[in-house]
């Protein structure tokens, strides 16, 4: 391993993690694997704890569990996304479909269903702080009305930055690196969704419709992600 290598990894060690969860035998689990892994963890059982906690001393990650006493994980995830970017994980026993797209659309940045492996959750939470550092530093943007900004995770029209969440900016981000590549959703996914295993691609629909949405918002009648019959999505340049 290079000294570059070690440099990065004691870094992404000394992470704090904060785990949001009501019940004290998963929150002290959890909190044990993740400093067992070497990072710094802590936890609490309610969700207007957890934004205290996060405007108070902002984690390098949240561990969220959905089903939470006086603000549940959705409404907690939407509350931090007013001011803050920190990867979220969410953690639920409701496995249906729409509670997961539910949740990525309120900006989660990764998904894990109950019953859970430990060692599977500190991987991920892993896979979490390696994207997050990776979208450090300017990105390539081939269309000149168009700019990615990597440092504040954020795509902007025009010089107006647009309202996305953390998988939609790196979904319009990818699509934007590459004007007129056809990106299969099963490419898509793997691009915003390393570990995102239990997922159906179709959830890029999804996450399409709501970044045309909001760019609809943005200036009515731009349309610049065309959709591929049978195969998925591509960024056309406007003029």
Known sequence: ????????????????????????????????????????????????????????????????????????????????????????MMITARVDEIDRLLGLDTGADDYVCKPFSPREVVARVRALLRRAAAGSGDAPCAAAAWAIDADAQQVRWRGRPLPLTPVEYRLLSRLLAQPGRVFARAQLLDAVHETFHDVSDRAIDSHVKNIRRKLDDAEPGVAVIESVYGVGYRFDAPD
Do not use: H, Q, W
Request: net charge negative; glycine share 6%; proline share 5%.
């Open 1 to 88: 391993m290079s000294g570059d290598d070690r440099s990065a990894t004691a870094r992404v060690a000394t992470a704090r993690i904060l785990v949001v969860e009501d019940d004290a035998k998963i929150a002290s689990l959890l909190v044990d694997y993740l400093r067992n892994a070497g990072y710094e963890a802590a936890s609490v059982g309610d969700g207007l704890a957890a934004v205290a906690s996060v405007r108070a001393a902002p984690p390098a990650a949240v561990l969220l569990d959905v089903m939470l006493p006086g603000l549940d994980g959705i409404e907690v995830c939407r509350e931090l996304r007013r001011f803050s970017r920190v990867p979220v």
